[in-house]
């Protein structure tokens, strides 16, 4: 089954400054990639995704880019923000096949002022 | 529209009990998962489902059963708890991964303590 890795567990950035967080997956097919953010004792909420026919999405502050050879992706944030800091998980999902999704450990983003 | 809510909010069992959880969507989704998160360990699928009267096993799925009579409601059952199983457990729902509104939409969660 698909396995995603995801790194580093814990970032600080210092407010302004860009942050990434980069994620390894195990099933070659898999084909979705969500990002989301939960903040602190509140549900996850998606802010970006991206589809394996796409190398790279942006919204605003926020991209996504996806290395289907080397199997990763990474979510990289710019001019960040104090509302930045929460915690980011990516996903994995084949969705042609069993629409499971599969997330990472998580990486805990800390916004110095 | 209240989108995903969870019921109750928080529980504490003893070991052995049985509890089970409700998740309510008014979106008219497909698809929904029932998700828990430790500390450290990021969101693991337990079991979910792809349409009423279907489910199927997730990553973790022991110790947990589920049942999807409605396409709005989506139920995860612990028939004899164990202080493993404290969590907090999300579930979420969503359209088709293929359809374009694929967004996964999470509930608030349910805290649940095992002694």
């Known amino acids: 089954g698909e396995n995603v890795e995801q790194h580093p567990s814990t970032l600080s950035v210092q407010e302004g400054d860009s942050a990434v967080i980069k994620c390894t997956y195990s099933d070659s097919a898999s084909n979705y990639f969500p990002w989301y953010k939960q903040e602190l004792g509140k549900r996850p909420q998606l802010i970006i995704d991206?589809?394996?026919?796409?190398g790279e999405k942006k919204d605003q502050r926020i991209a996504v880019t996806l290395n289907k050879t080397a199997k990763h992706f990474s979510l990289h944030i710019t001019e960040t923000q104090p509302e930045d800091s929460a915690v980011y998980f990516c996903a994995a999902s084949l969705t042609n096949r069993d629409d499971k999704i599969i997330f990472g450990k998580g990486t805990r983003l800390h916004i110095l002022p | 529209n209240a989108g995903v809510t969870q019921t109750p909010k928080f529980r504490v069992l003893k070991t052995g009990q049985s509890m089970t959880l409700l998740c309510a969507q008014d979106?008219?989704?497909?698809?929904m998962y029932w998700y828990r998160q430790d500390p450290g360990m990021g969101l693991r699928l337990i079991h979910y489902s792809v349409g009423e009267g279907t489910t199927a096993k997730g990553e973790v799925p022991d110790g947990y059963n589920v049942s999807r009579l409605k396409k709005q409601n989506f139920l995860l059952g612990l028939e004899s708890a164990a202080p493993s199983q404290t969590s907090v457990y999300f579930c979420a729902s969503s359209y088709s991964i293929l359809s374009p509104e694929e967004t996964q939409y999470f509930g608030p969660g349910t805290r649940l303590l095992v002694l």
């Open positions: 991206i589809r394996s026919n796409v």
């Open positions: 979106m008219n989704h497909e698809y």
